[in-house]
């Protein structure tokens, strides 16, 4: 198969590559100056945002383009499912190449220390390796040398490390599915677990050919659990944000008074993420109140706790036992300081991450940006959990592609916006139905009737201060005006289009090309379960706990293997109201006999076969337009090919032609990990992908139990580094991957 042809336009920024942070950050400038002169401004920062605008010009320009178009093709063939039992190890169509990056323990800064396979280093160490469980990332592409372009050899790879396995996260592991005995636990193993969660920052370069790590990067960096943060936006300072304020010592966290609400330590539970047209990185936290819990008995959770699932025990961390700070009932509000999305500078080092308070307090899973044709700019965002909804986010001002600093607290100001998906048809198209955008304001009329600040979850002296309630309290403000209750939405992907085989850009809207997002649907086992009920209008109802009867937009009973939904902006504008939606596929066993259990409600119900056109698979999580209108899918379910996954095997990724809906399989994974975090460089030929949690729920007696990967597939990493396997000592580690073509052309690509 030969490779496309397509020039690759990249030109290292410095061959010696040992620029200081201040040369580099001063050629973003004269880039951007560059840009200015030439009067094509919208690129200027979008070079460091990683936004791919080499389609800009014909695109805002271009006649409407024939149904088909837009899409590049899917140049491989579907590989078949890897089947019990599972082998361990990542397989690609032929062709392919998979190399291993980046592994968990791998030192990232210059401080940075060898792993050490038997998982023996402390906090210390691990917070200059990569963390551990990584998940959503982004690449942020160095700009070339005096050009317009992206470097498509050398970049900013922004991380997620979602959550630890303590039984493998340490040498006397904490098996924290069985129970965590309290007699071996330390603050010192809670303060490497902390550590181990976070974001890494790597700089990552193509050299004679090898992808490696830049360890020695100044743009090297952790943030963990504990790093210091910033809280901004409508709800910073609001006294639910007021928690203790500790010092954070590798003994204990000792309590000092109290923050004004606008400070606070670390962002935890980082799935997925976004990124911003200014060139930063956003990290969404997820499963936040897994790290909470208290010893004060009796507990009686408050409403809001039961909202958002906080509870005596949390996950099994049990990090409240030895760290006040994740005590509840000795920390009440330190819980109100997570459960936001974090903006993070990559191009500073020192920059302090920052929460942004205006995109809601949920279980958030990712954050995809959209901008309009006039600069304007949104975000589309799920809420991870059976029956919570999909968001937007738009920012009342316009982002500034002329001066960076002018749009870096842009996120502080603008309008959040609850999903309803009606079943009100589109007339003229098939399957097709509308749906609206209503804002969370303190004016909304919700379905009592009354407006949000009359609510008595918000009720306060001013709108400012409703406004805030309506933000910490988000979950609430949605059953308040009767949001669509979702089958656990996951990531968000903005629809790409390409153009006579070269990248499209965010900004490719117009006719024949719809502003159109797409949103993985992962599962619900509580749709059409009974007794029937539904998330009641003033916010009581405990996280994941009523049964909602299928509707339209999540039709199936059980839903088992999750579906695929997608919308269009009204006018193709972020800021529409009303948008009309589908279901862009229904995940499932073309070969299952599997039948509905008795405890659900048979209505709806079409069984669990699905109607993919090609590879089968459930589960979807992770969701990606590459930059030539190809969508990938990567999936989260058991991974070990037995009961409901046996004729579908270990997780896998996908492609997706969003024209006919044909979906083929391009990779599967080793046992008990799930696939997540897919990114590629601006010219599309090396694409990372994250392999996550390998061999889970292996004990800390037996680490490797169900999966010793990635050593059981690679010797060396990418960079032809010794991957150590020593017998005894080895653990699965949660990786990212490049992989490329052999012929060097575009992944996925003709
Ligand atoms: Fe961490 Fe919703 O996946
Ligand atoms: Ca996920
Ligand atoms: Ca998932
Ligand atoms: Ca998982």
Redesign the pocket.
């Known amino acids: 198969m030969k490779g496309k042809q397509h020039p690759a336009n990249d030109v290292t920024i410095n061959p010696s590559g040992n620029e200081s942070i201040r040369e580099v950050l001063d050629r973003i400038d004269d880039t951007r100056r560059s840009f200015i002169k030439s009067g094509v401004g919208a690129s200027a920062l979008a070079a460091i945002g990683g936004i791919t605008v080499g389609g800009l010009v014909d695109t805002v320009e271009a006649a409407p383009i024939p149904a088909g178009a837009g899409f590049g093709g899917i140049g491989f063939e579907s590989i078949p499912p890897t089947l019990a039992p599972v082998v361990d190890k990542i397989t690609v169509p032929p062709g392919y190449k998979v190399e291993l990056l980046a592994a968990w323990g791998d030192p990232i800064t210059a401080m940075g220390q060898a792993w050490a396979e038997d998982a023996s280093q402390d906090a210390a160490a691990q917070e200059h390796q990569f963390g551990m469980h990584n998940d959503g990332m982004h690449f942020f592409a160095f700009p070339t040398a005096g050009g317009t372009g992206q470097s498509s050899e050398r970049g900013l790879l922004c991380v997620n490390h979602e959550y630890t396995h303590d039984a493998i996260l340490h040498s006397d592991g904490l098996d924290a599915t069985q129970g965590i005995a309290t007699s071996v636990l330390t603050i010192q193993k809670i303060r490497k677990g902390q550590a181990a969660h976070g974001v890494a920052v790597v700089e990552v370069r193509k050299t004679g050919g090898q992808w490696g790590v830049h360890k020695s990067s100044p743009f090297g960096r952790r943030i963990t659990g504990n790093t210091p943060v910033r809280i901004s936006g409508p709800a910073a300072g609001h006294p639910l944000m007021q928690a203790v304020k500790y010092s954070i010592t590798p003994t204990g966290s000792v309590a000092n008074g109290t923050t004004n609400g606008r400070e606070g330590f670390g962002t935890l539970n980082n799935c997925a993420h976004g990124f911003t047209p200014w060139g930063t990185y956003l990290t969404c936290e997820e499963n936040w109140n897994g790290y909470f819990g208290t010893t004060a008995a009796p507990f009686t959770a408050t409403k809001l706790e039961r909202r958002y699932g906080v509870n005596a025990g949390g996950f099994g961390y049990k990090w409240h036992v030895l760290d006040d700070r994740f005590d509840i009932r000795k920390s009440p509000n330190e819980q109100n300081n997570f459960g936001w999305v974090v903006e993070i500078d990559p191009f500073n080092p020192t920059s302090t991450p920052v929460k942004r308070t205006s995109m809601g307090r949920f279980k958030h899973e990712s954050a995809q940006v959209a901008v309009g044709p006039d600069y304007s700019v949104g975000f589309y965002m799920g809420d991870d959990e059976r029956n919570e909804y999909i968001y937007k986010f738009v920012c009342t001002n316009r982002w500034n592609p002329r001066n960076r600093a002018a749009n870096m607290n842009l996120l502080d100001d603008g309008i959040l916006y609850v999903a309803r998906f009606t079943s009100n048809a589109v007339a003229g198209k098939a399957n097709t139905f509308r749906g609206e955008w209503v804002a969370l304001e303190p004016g909304t009329i919700a379905l009592d009737g009354k407006p949000l600040r009359e609510n008595p979850e918000f009720a306060a002296a001013t709108d400012a201060e409703v406004k805030a309630l309506i933000l910490i309290k988000t979950r609430m403000a949605a059953d308040a005006v009767g949001a669509t209750m979702m089958d656990r939405p996951e990531w968000t992907a903005l629809r790409t289009y390409s153009f006579a085989g070269r990248p499209g850009s965010l900004y490719s809207y117009g006719p024949g090309m719809p502003l159109e997002v797409y949103c993985t649907l992962t599962n619900n086992s509580r749709r059409g379960n009974t007794p029937v009920s539904s998330n009641n209008p003033n916010g009581s109802t405990g996280a994941a706990s009523a049964n909602p009867p299928v509707d339209a937009a999540n039709p199936r009973p059980d839903n088992d293997y999750g579906h695929i939904i997608r919308w269009r902006e009204d006018g193709n504008s972020v800021r529409a109201l009303g948008f009309e939606w589908d279901i862009f596929v229904q995940c499932g066993d073309k070969l299952t006999t599997k039948t509905l259990g008795a405890s659900y409600t048979a209505a709806g119900h079409d069984g669990y076969v699905g109607n993919i056109n090609g590879a089968d698979f459930g589960a979807p999580d992770g969701l990606w337009f590459d930059h030539f209108g190809r969508m990938w899918i990567q999936t989260?379910q058991a991974g070990d090919a037995s009961g409901d996954w046996r004729n579908i095997g270990s997780n896998s990724m996908l492609c997706a032609d969003p024209n006919s809906k044909e979906i083929r399989r391009f990779l599967t994974s080793p046992r008990n990990c799930?696939v997540?975090g897919v990114v590629s460089t601006p010219d599309g030929r090396a694409l990372f992908c994250g392999i996550?949690?390998p061999g889970?729920d292996s004990l800390a007696s037996d680490p490797d139990q169900f999966s010793n990967w990635p050593q059981n597939q690679f010797t060396t990493n990418s960079a032809g580094q010794p991957v150590p396997n020593t017998p005894g000592k080895s653990r699965p580690r949660s990786s990212v991957v490049v992989i490329t073509r052999e012929d060097g052309g575009i992944v996925g690509g003709l």
């Open positions: 989260d799930e997540t996550q949690h889970e």
